[in-house]
Structure formats: structure tokens, C-alpha cells
């Protein structure tokens, strides 16, 4: 299946096909491997599960997404999946109109756990895997790159954190940094008097609430964004992607960070 789907010659259906296949193999329930948890990103093998059948999953999955596509009313305009580094955009200055992103989260859900699955299927070698790991935001290979000064409330935790964990600072840094970059760019291809929309997920770090929301709205308006505002949101315990635990564990650090999430509205000013 995925042969064929390579030799797809129209790059946006091969892209398309490509992210249905994906979708079979990342699910919160069910899925056609032998792995449990992988939207949780916590992926374990469990030998008595009995996978769905690929193909089958794949032909449902991909009429669904077409019937779905067909109700859409573009009104004359073209949607099309651009991929690229949020740090590097491959588009041009002031020509989006509005921004919605949610980040990766600093130091509480390892991404590329769950990433692999699709991208093996998709023919990526684990030596390749390893190459792209290091390159996701967040993730905690730390390289020997110098990293500027961060505004002042964000250094702060960053040192208050190094106090009590030198390697986990130096993985905040990190994280706060790439992202520095990442507004800088949403900053440059925005329009002006535009919008950004950044939802964010707050990280505890050796006890420590990191504020991810306070220190990236700090960052946002040092690169030149009003804030407009931080609001916090409850997450529905039962309809969450991650799993929700009643009972003796609820207070597990994931479930301290993973009932609430933080909205940042930023605008880009008019001069």
C-alpha cells in the first residue's frame, strides 16, 4: 500500500494519501499495529491485540476524508498541506492573515514515541528517526549551540530551575529559544494589524510550573506582538486526547499539567 501510494506522480493526493495512512496508525483506540497508546505517545507492544486490517482501515478512513472534503465550501480557493519548519517558513513577508498554532509542549509529551509508527510505515529509516528527533522543538537533545539572553521573567525560571536541575534548564533554554525563533517567524509572515492565536500547555519541571504561557507571551511582545490577552481553559477530563486517571493517581504530574490549557492572543500592530 504505501509503494503504491508513492508512486503517486500529483504531489498534494500523494500527500493527502499519505496523512489518511497516518491517521489509521496514530488512534486513541484501536489501529492496525500491535501497539497501544500511541496517540498517548506512551506506545507499548500488547501481543493479544488483535491490529485491524490495513487496507480496509485505510479505504474507510480515506472515503471519509473525501466525503468530508466535498462539504467544504472554498468559495474559489485552493487549501493545500505546506510543509516546512516553523522556524524557516517557506513563505513570503506579511501574507497570512491569521495564525492558530498549538506548540509542543516543553517537556511533557515525547512527540517522536508516537511519530515513528507512521513515518516506519511511511518508509523513514530509525537512523532517520533518530536525525529528526533532535530537530523537534522541545525535545531534550541538547546541542553545543550558543543561545542568545531570554526577557527577564523567562531567564528567571530558567535559573531558578538550574538551582535544582542543570540539564533541565538547559533543556528549557532550549525550548524557549527555538520558539523565540518560531514567533519571529509568525511575526514576519504575518500581516499587519493581524492575529496570532498560540495554545499552550503548562510544563512542571522538577516542581517547578515553568508559566510556558506567561514566558511565551514575554517573547511574542519582545518580538514585536501585542498581547492581547491569556486565558486559561479547562480540558473535558473524559474527551481529552491524554488519558484521564480517577482515583489514587490523579495526582501523577502528567495529570497536574494535562486538565488545562493557556490561550495566547497576540496581534501584529498596524506601524
Not at 496517540?39 to 488483535?50: F, G, Q, T, V
Not at 513570503?92 to 491569521?98: C, F, P, Q, S
Not at 537512523?127 to 553545543?144: D, M, P, Q
Request: with cysteine.
Amino acid at each position: 500500500m504505501v509503494l503504491s501510494i508513492q508512486t503517486v506522480d500529483v504531489s498534494l493526493v500523494r500527500r493527502f494519501l499519505e496523512l489518511t495512512l497516518s491517521s489509521i496508525i496514530v488512534t486513541k483506540s484501536g489501529g492496525v499495529s500491535r501497539a497501544r497508546d500511541l496517540a498517548h505517545s506512551r506506545p507499548h507492544l500488547d501481543k493479544e491485540k488483535n491490529p485491524k486490517n490495513a487496507l480496509e482501515q485505510f479505504s474507510l478512513r480515506l472515503q471519509k476524508n473525501i466525503k468530508s472534503m466535498a462539504h467544504l465550501d472554498t468559495r474559489g480557493a485552493l487549501a493545500a498541506p505546506l510543509p516546512g519548519d516553523a522556524r524557516s517558513m517557506p513563505l513570503r513577508n506579511e501574507v497570512i492573515d491569521l495564525i492558530v498554532t498549538s506548540p509542543p509542549y516543553a517537556n511533557a509529551i515525547d512527540y517522536m514515541r508516537a511519530h515513528k509508527f507512521p513515518l516506519v510505515w511511511l518508509g523513514e529509516s530509525v537512523v532517520r528517526l533518530t536525525e529528526l528527533r533532535a530537530r523537534y522543538i522541545g525535545s531534550e537533545k541538547i546541542n553545543s549551540a550558543q543561545y542568545a539572553e531570554l526577557p527577564d521573567k523567562t531567564e528567571s525560571i530558567i535559573r531558578q530551575l538550574e538551582e535544582r536541575d542543570r540539564k533541565k534548564s538547559s533543556i528549557l533554554r532550549k525550548y524557549f529559544t527555538e520558539m523565540q525563533a518560531v514567533l519571529a517567524e509568525m511575526y514576519r509572515v504575518l500581516r499587519k494589524d493581524s492575529p496570532a492565536i498560540v495554545v499552550v500547555g503548562p510544563s512542571i519541571m522538577r516542581g517547578i510550573d515553568v508559566q510556558t504561557h506567561h514566558c511565551l507571551a514575554e517573547i511574542a511582545q519582545e518580538t514585536g506582538f501585542s498581547v492581547i490577552g491569556v486565558v486559561q481553559r479547562s480540558l473535558d477530563r473524559n474527551k481529552r486526547m491524554m488519558p484521564a486517571r480517577f482515583g489514587k493517581k490523579t495526582d501523577a504530574m502528567i495529570e497536574q499539567r494535562m486538565h488545562e490549557e493557556y490561550v495566547i492572543g497576540l496581534l501584529k500592530p498596524a506601524n
